[in-house]
């Protein structure tokens, strides 16, 4: 709970929870034996960069508050410690969990063997691998002439080298070798045996080969002991008048390189005195967070494990749907215009999304398209539309967010690339992002500007499409469509607009149009009406927002939140919030969604959203919600609420007494929500 205050949770404490419920899916029984090791690696690489951003924002507060007492109004000394408590419990199950899937995968002959355990022709062939395919990648650094800590790459993880010569007394030397990941694959697969799969990580290949890159220094013992750190991640972004916004962002990225370490990550087995080098030489001291751990590290690598021939050990495919409102050989302008359209990923294609950029980019009455990018795949089938749409004479106009965290880098190599090729890309706005997901496309029809546009709530990216499940409305509406230009007018020109009636913007209006609706709910319960909402959410944890659910539980609305994420809101306290109830649902797919319905005196109002329920969200980004008026799409994102709901497989309960229970209903038949959501989808498409 939140200090002083019982009725909300902390909001690092609600994130630690929300990655336990990943932790809670690697142990599951009931996920495939493959698909719980890449949730040992979501979990991982979840917990690095809640270390690189919020246990860094919190040192930075801890000492600014012996600074200044007086700014600082929470002890964020005792959820540090907290902090740490909790990951320290997490990550003892987290080894007990890799521990029993190494026996389980043993079981269906799977073997993740290290270089004490291969046999001579593997041990060879490791040592072939070794000198075709790693030796050239290593370049050890010698710890006692080693002086730029700040040169160790934090999304590495490195080595560790105790070198000695058994001849000779004291002996003994230290070095640093980086494990050349992605260079390489983590995971190298050993020839079989007898039907045994064998698989060597990329760390102990190294150790097989220590003896090639040192015996010639006359060294003849070899220990190895794997590290990692975070470093300190939030962009300190200075204010300077004389350079762009991108100069200072790339200033700040390089930074970002040499922030403080925030958490040191060493093999237990490790010796003290080598330990007490390494931390000297590094420039870690005993009061940052350092953390015994076993053998391996960046089990983030794991996220992309795989094994030939081990298909039943993995997800069973569910190949994206086509959307059946989207007929093949007609022009998707003509569909559009037909009728309101909303795509459902990844039960159906993102490929609808792509083929509507690629009409645009040749059609020769479309003039224009908008967009507004995030963070994009790697290899952009979006970016390349919008690139052809240039070359083809469109005039294109691309908003990508330069400050989206840890896309930076790539998101300002796209922008060049973007005016490179003659698109239009629009300056970074300072302190704001731009989070709304648009895309606008003006064709010239019948003498007269028509608009077309996309409102989602998720990024334009092909790849996380593949399991993000994010909604996305297509319209021709001119009430819609008429202030989704006006959003990217407002984007160009950094003027705030006059007046928006359809859509809702933050940060202008978007929490008080919120707020409003659950004040007439509650006026509504108070007067003997139908009062209740549903509102799916990745995080809530604003606090204007929390005490108005709480007022609108007291007054009897009935509230029905999923929430994946950060929830600090404690639902089932008597005289508060009784009437709330919050499940969060984590599965294969991520929920990323954002779905509010309120009852309106039974005229519901349904709206998809690109914001959370976060301070940040509203009064720090541009962000859009967008009311839903075609009754058979309100149908649809009524049945996949309701199903969500019913959830009683991968739905979790939070109350004020328990936290990450699995949810039980009165159903007699298990509903898994995102099988279930699948299954209603196909039935709709004809000849699936």
Excluded at 322 to 337: E, L, Q, Y
């Amino acid at each position: 709970m939140a200090k002083n205050n019982p009725s909300l949770i902390n909001r690092e404490i609600s994130w630690l929870h929300f990655n336990q419920r990943v932790l809670q899916e690697a142990a599951d029984h009931t996920v495939p034996l493959i698909e719980r090791l890449r949730f040992l690696g979501i979990f991982s690489n979840n917990l690095d960069e809640f270390y690189r951003v919020r246990v860094a924002t919190l040192n930075r507060i801890v000492k600014f508050k012996k600074k200044e007492k007086k700014y600082v109004d929470f002890d964020a000394a005792m959820i540090l410690k907290k902090i740490a408590a909790i990951v320290k419990q997490q990550q003892n199950t987290f080894a007990a969990i890799y521990d029993q899937l190494m026996l389980e995968l043993a079981d269906h002959n799977i073997h993740i063997i290290n270089e004490k355990k291969l046999s001579r022709p593997q041990e060879q062939f490791v040592l072939n691998y070794f000198r075709e395919h790693v030796r050239s990648h290593l370049f050890p650094l010698m710890l006692k002439n080693f002086k730029d800590v700040n040169r160790l790459e934090e999304k590495s993880i490195y080595l560790a080298i105790r070198l000695k010569r058994l001849q000779v007394k004291y002996a003994e030397n230290f070095a640093l070798v980086k494990i050349p990941t992605p260079a390489l694959s983590r995971f190298i697969s050993l020839p079989s045996e007898d039907d045994q799969k064998f698989i060597i990580l990329l760390d102990d290949v190294i150790r097989v080969g220590l003896p090639e890159i040192f015996s010639v220094f006359g060294y003849d013992s070899f220990d190895a002991f794997t590290i990692k750190f975070n470093r300190d991640s939030e962009l300190d972004i200075e204010n300077d008048v004389s350079k762009s916004f991108l100069q200072v962002m790339l200033e700040s990225l390089k930074q970002r390189k040499l922030g403080v370490p925030v958490r040191f990550i060493y093999d237990k087995k490790m010796p003290t005195r080598m330990l007490k080098t390494l931390l000297m030489r590094l420039n870690i001291s005993e009061d940052d967070t350092l953390i015994k751990s076993g053998r391996y590290h960046n089990f983030k690598d794991f996220m992309n494990f795989s094994v030939t021939g081990c298909a039943d050990l993995c997800y069973t495919p569910a190949p994206p749907l086509p959307n059946p409102s989207i007929p093949s050989g007609v022009s998707i302008f003509d569909t559009i215009r037909a009728r309101d359209i909303m795509l459902h990923y990844p039960y159906q294609s993102y490929n609808h999304i792509i083929d509507l950029l690629r009409e645009a980019s040749v059609d020769p009455k479309v003039r224009s398209i908008k967009i507004t990018l995030y963070r994009v795949a790697q290899f952009s089938k979006v970016v390349n539309a919008l690139i052809n749409a240039a070359h083809n004479g469109k005039e294109v106009t691309v908003f990508l967010e330069v400050q989206a965290r840890f896309d930076e880098e790539a998101n300002i190599y796209w922008s060049e690339k973007l005016l490179e090729e003659g698109v239009n890309v629009i300056k970074a706005i300072p302190g704001m992002k731009v989070h709304a997901k648009l895309l606008l496309i003006k064709r010239k029809e019948n003498n007269q500007n028509v608009y077309y546009a996309s409102i989602g709530t998720g990024n334009f990216n092909e790849q996380t499409a593949r399991v993000y499940a994010d909604d996305s409305l297509w319209t021709s509406n001119p009430s819609i469509t008429s202030e989704v230009n006006k959003v990217f007018y407002l984007i160009e020109s950094k003027v705030q607009p006059i007046d928006f009636k359809e859509l809702i913007i933050a940060p202008f209006n978007m929490r008080n149009h919120f707020l409003k609706l659950l004040g007439k709910e509650i006026k509504n319960a108070k007067s003997g009406k139908a009062a209740w909402a549903i509102i799916k959410l990745n995080s809530l944890s604003d606090s204007q927002s929390i005490k108005a659910l709480y007022e609108a539980s007291q007054a009897g609305v009935k509230l029905k939140l999923i929430i994946r994420g950060i929830c600090m809101l404690v639902p089932g306290i008597p005289g508060l919030s009784e009437n709330i109830e919050v499940i969060s649902i984590v599965d294969k797919y991520l929920e990323h969604s954002r779905v509010l319905v309120f009852s309106n005196g039974n005229k519901p109002k349904y709206y998809i959203s690109s914001a959370d329920w976060m301070m940040r969200n509203f009064d720090n980004r541009i962000e859009v919600a967008c009311p839903i008026h075609d009754p058979l799409i309100q149908h649809e994102l009524k049945t996949m609420l309701d199903l969500q709901w019913s959830d009683n497989v991968k739905a979790r309960t939070m109350s004020q007494h328990s936290i990450n229970e699995f949810r039980k209903t009165d159903s007699g038949k298990k509903i898994r929500a995102q099988e279930d959501i699948y299954r209603f989808f196909k039935a709709k498409t004809p000849g699936i």
